[in-house]
Structures are given as C-alpha cells and as structure tokens.
C-alpha cells in the first residue's frame, strides 16, 4: 500500500507548463487495489486528482464500480442496476475482501480535504439509466462536500442535466469514441468540426477527456485538439498512459509516445502509475 502523504506522483513541470498525474480508478500505482478508499484518503490529504467510476444502483443511488455486471470486481453476481444499496451490503471487492464504496460513503469520506484535491466521478451510465432520481441523489449528497469534484460521462444529456442540478460542480465529457468514428468515416477536418461544437455545446464543459493515442494521430495530422481546446478555456485531460515496466521507467517507444505527448501540453494525464511515471520523467529529462 501507498504511504500516507507520500507527495509523488501529483504533478510534472515542463517548459513552464504544469501537467498533473491523476490517479485512475483510485490507483497510484498499479498494485494498489482497485477503487481503494484508503488511497482516495491519501490522495485527499496530499492534494491528488482521482478518478473512480460510478454506476447507478436501482435506488436511484451509486456504488464506485466500473462494470455493469457485479461479476468481475466484486464478489456478487447479476446487474449493478438491478441492486439495490442494502443488496450490496454484503459484497465484497475481490481484491482484498473489502466492502463497496456507496455514493453515501463517498460523501460523508469528501467532507474534509486537501484545496487542491480533485476526484472525477466517471459516470458509466447514460441520462436514460440514470434519470432525474439519479441527478437528484447527486444533489442531495454532494451539494455541499468540501471536495472539488468533476463529473464526466460520454452521454450530454446527462451532463447537462448534472450542469442544471448542480451548477457549482465542475463538468467534463470525454467524445472519444465519437470522434473515432467521425474520423473513420469522414477524416480529422470531421473530427475538429465536431469538437469544436462539443466545446460551444450545452453542457459547458471545464474538461475534455481525449484518449491519448487519438491526440497523438490528430497532432501527426496537424490537428492539435489540445490546443483547440485550451484556446476555448478548456482543460485536456489525456488518458490512460501506464507504464508496462514501471521499475524499469520508460521503453523507447514509451518514451516517445509520453514526450511527444508532454510537448502538447496536456492539462492532466491519467495513468494507473503515477509516482513511476514521475520518476521516469525526471530521469530522461
């Protein structure tokens, strides 16, 4: 397990330009187990960026999970949506035997926090699953949290109800997928069109969440969607860069990738092996 207040792993500077590493899936490292309530502790104390996942439950509440299906991560069995939070009360992460994190837990756990921690809360759900009894859980239990928080999702409809509901929280989406497809069909002059629109869209987003490699190819075309999107006011965050060797730092062709990303200034990149890749940086550089 990670140690407490342990600082690395937060941030990289270059050429000026702060770059943080958040946390995916509540994970500093790789070997930390999944959706851990003791790193999301750490983090709050030492000021990280955290993402979890959030599924919705058939009460209209959360559980921090990923999958749809409770096979997989936890000890249970059958649709995350088809329970209900007592019906996860005795299911465990099978990693470590631990209980599921409810929204409830999470809130009263964000009522104390380091100013400049940051946990995205990764809807999983779509606006038509969740609904206004979903947006409405959210209201009630993390109007007044002491956490900044952002909440992403690749369904708009849900951001922007998220953005009515809870004006105070900070919004991102993630058109990933989305743009893939435009660029197959109809090539990268597609693909900026449309997320110059996603950036003037409704839901008014702090954060656009791009996979990394998509950066990368758009930039090779002489798109720079970083950049596009920072001379909107909008933050990048570029995901998910995991080291394969975290011990041995940065392969040639990983170190390729990360410096031709890094050169793009990237707000935040996400990664499941931020001190490693802390340490690695400052090794090449």
Request: proline share 4%.
């Amino acid at each position: 397990m990670t140690r407490l207040l342990d600082a690395q792993g937060l941030e990289i500077s270059h050429e000026g330009h702060r770059t943080r590493l958040k946390w995916h899936r509540l994970r500093k490292q790789f070997a930390d187990p999944l959706f851990s309530a003791e790193v999301m502790a750490e983090g709050f104390a030492a000021g990280a960026s955290m993402e979890l996942d959030l599924r919705v439950r058939a009460d209209g509440g959360f559980v921090v999970l990923h999958d749809k299906e409770l096979e997989g991560e936890t000890t249970g069995h059958g649709a995350v949506a088809e329970k209900s939070g007592s019906d996860l009360s005795d299911i465990r992460m099978q990693e470590g035997d631990r209980p599921l994190i409810l929204s409830e837990d999470l809130a009263a756990m964000m009522q104390s926090t380091h100013p400049a921690a940051l946990l995205q809360f990764d809807m999983k759900d779509d606006y038509e699953a969740i609904g206004a009894r979903g947006v409405a859980h959210l209201a009630t239990h993390f109007r007044d949290i002491a956490a900044s928080v952002i909440v992403s999702g690749d369904s708009l409809d849900l951001i922007v109800a998220v953005k009515e509901k809870l004006p105070h929280l900070l919004r991102g989406i993630d058109p990933t997928n989305k743009l893939y497809d435009i660029r197959m069909a109809n090539g990268w002059k597609a693909v900026e069109t449309e997320l110059r629109a996603d950036l003037s869209g409704p839901t008014e987003p702090d954060t656009i969440y791009l996979h990394w490699p998509l950066i990368l190819d758009a930039a090779n075309a002489g798109l720079d969607m970083i950049a596009l999107c920072r001379d909107e006011g909008k933050r990048v965050d570029a995901w998910t860069f995991t080291l394969k060797d975290p011990e041995a730092g940065f392969s040639e062709a990983e170190w390729r990738n990360f410096s031709a990303l890094m050169a793009l200034k990237p707000d935040q990149i996400t990664t499941d092996e931020a001190p490693a890749t802390e340490r690695a940086w400052h090794q090449r550089i």
